[in-house]
């Protein structure tokens, strides 16, 4: 018998991926360096060692710049989606997606950020791949920002900690809006823009080793962004009033280790100062008072120009959308808790839950917490724009590649999408991450596979290119068909 789908017949079904995790083409057709190009890849580095990885320095930068060669920079690289969107788009569609989120790279329109006329051969490479989309009556999901800003920014303004980054940004957007405006409904401002206190220099381009204040580079740089939001959320609306801006933040949803009352109120600060300060201030329009008080202890002092506060206020964001790949656990005590890998910043171990290969830690439950938990807070569309597992998968004898491992972890997370929309939650999509293998934004890594659809590469950036269905890509395809109702 034909089961009945709880999902909403509109429901937007899909997968995600970011230009410059996919894209390739490094120094061609008027890309500027991004910095994103700065990631290396280091097999000598333990997997769960990524902090590493993350603290990006002067003498990093200048390295990768001057490119001696001996350094593999495997995001310059990508998937050569650039030369191959065509058939990955089509195998998306032989899924069955409803939409297909991807990100337009600031660094191919305006190579330097500074430009004053865009680069034409980045904006007809999106004209393309929009029209490849519409072609299979897909809807485009467009993230202006994701971890890719030109790295002329960096070394010229310290990246988001100069206001006048938010005018580049904002003619940046308003570019894609003129072309594009009229073609794509759903469009996200910046990717995890609480990355910018955890994974400071691929979102907001602060250097550590570049200020002598670093926590007050980071928020400083977070509120220009803020400000950036505002604004395109605004020109958005002139330009199409049918347009949706979503703000995006990587949900750490976390658990206090004890009832303790002390672990209870760590939980409550840790959600405060990594999650909800970005959602207040991008849908409620104000700096919630509990981040006053963090600023004030830590001697921070957001520098505000007038108007701020009015266009805070006037243009929130239209939709909530998040990442959702793990939980974290709070404690008084971390140090008296072991610590494992997590997205984008280390996470305490929690003994009830299972961890990815890469320690991730797995909560499908926490999905169901987490949805209900932004829902009752904020009362506005949800859009869970990542979730999937980074893992290692074989290409067998015969060419077929099997991933029980991520058909588990997809569906537990889809069983639990289901009880939060029974709960009332309003949940208008779901793009896993991600539709097809991509490098890794974390380790810069090939070998940690999130999609449905194998690319033949490896972390050396050997291999055919060749891209092959997963098992996953046949279940996921069913997922579709029926709604959600066959897992
Ligand atoms: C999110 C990013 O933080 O996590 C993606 O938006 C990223 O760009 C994804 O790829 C998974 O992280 P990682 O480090 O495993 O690639």
Redesign the pocket.
């Known amino acids: 018998m034909k089961q009945e789908s709880i999902f909403p017949e509109n429901f937007l079904w899909g997968g995600a991926i970011?230009a410059c995790?996919a894209e390739g083409a490094y120094g061609q057709y008027g890309r500027g360096m991004a910095v994103s190009d700065i990631s290396f890849y280091d097999s000598q580095i333990d997997r769960q060692d990524?902090a590493k990885h993350r603290n990006v320095t002067t003498q990093k930068i200048e390295e990768a710049m001057a490119d001696s060669g001996t350094t593999r920079y495997p995001k310059r690289h990508g998937i050569d989606f650039y030369h191959r969107y065509k058939e990955d788009i089509a195998l998306c569609a032989e899924m069955g997606f409803k939409v297909f989120r991807f990100s337009m790279a600031w660094s191919r329109i305006f190579p330097t950020g500074e430009e004053l006329t865009p680069n034409q051969e980045g904006l007809d490479f999106y004209d393309a791949v929009l029209t490849e989309i519409e072609k299979y009556g897909m809807e485009p999901l467009v993230t202006i920002s994701?971890?890719e800003m030109p790295l002329a920014l960096v070394n010229q303004y310290k990246g988001w900690t100069d206001r006048k980054v938010i005018d580049l940004f904002v003619r940046f957007a308003d570019c894609l809006f003129t072309n594009f405006g009229q073609r794509v409904t759903y469009w996200i401002s910046f990717?995890?823009m609480n990355?910018g206190r955890f994974s400071t220099f691929k979102s907001t381009g602060v250097v550590a080793d570049k200020t002598d204040n670093y926590i007050q580079d980071c928020y400083q740089a977070v509120h220009h962004q803020f400000i950036a939001a505002a604004l395109v959320t605004k020109r958005l609306h002139e330009i199409n009033p049918a347009g949706k801006m979503g703000c995006m933040i990587?949900r750490f949803t976390t658990y206090a280790a004890t009832c303790k009352p002390e672990d209870v109120l760590q939980m409550m600060h840790d959600d405060q100062y990594d999650n909800f300060f970005y959602t207040d201030v991008m849908i409620r329009g104000t700096y919630p008072g509990y981040m006053n008080r963090f600023f004030k202890d830590n001697g921070v002092s957001i520098i505000w120009e007038e108007g701020d506060k009015a266009l805070l206020k006037e243009y929130t964001a239209d939709y909530l959308a998040f990442?959702y790949?793990v939980s974290n656990v709070s404690s008084a005590q971390p140090n008296e808790l072991d610590v494992t890998d997590a997205?984008?910043k280390k996470s305490l171990k929690n003994p009830y839950l299972e961890s990815s290969a890469?320690g991730w830690q797995i909560d499908p439950k926490g999905l169901r917490y987490t949805l209900n938990n932004l829902y009752d807070r904020y009362q506005v569309p949800l859009f869970i724009v990542?979730n999937g597992i980074?893992a290692e998968d074989t290409v067998e004898a015969d060419g077929s590649v099997h991933d029980p491992y991520r058909i588990d972890y997809l569906q537990r997370h889809l069983e639990q999408m289901k009880e939060a929309l029974v709960d009332g939650v309003d949940l208008i999509g779901y793009t896993t991450?991600?539709s097809i293998d991509?490098v890794?934004?974390?380790?810069s890594e090939m070998s940690?596979r999130?999609g449905f659809i194998y690319v033949d590469q490896d972390d050396d950036g050997n291999g055919t290119l060749n891209r092959i269905r997963k098992d996953s890509f046949y279940w996921y395809q069913q997922v579709i068909k029926s709604n959600g109702a066959d897992l």
């Open positions: 970011a995790q990524l994701h971890f990717n995890e990355a990587a990442s790949y997205n984008l890469w990542e980074g991450w991600s991509i890794s934004s974390g380790t940690k999130y």
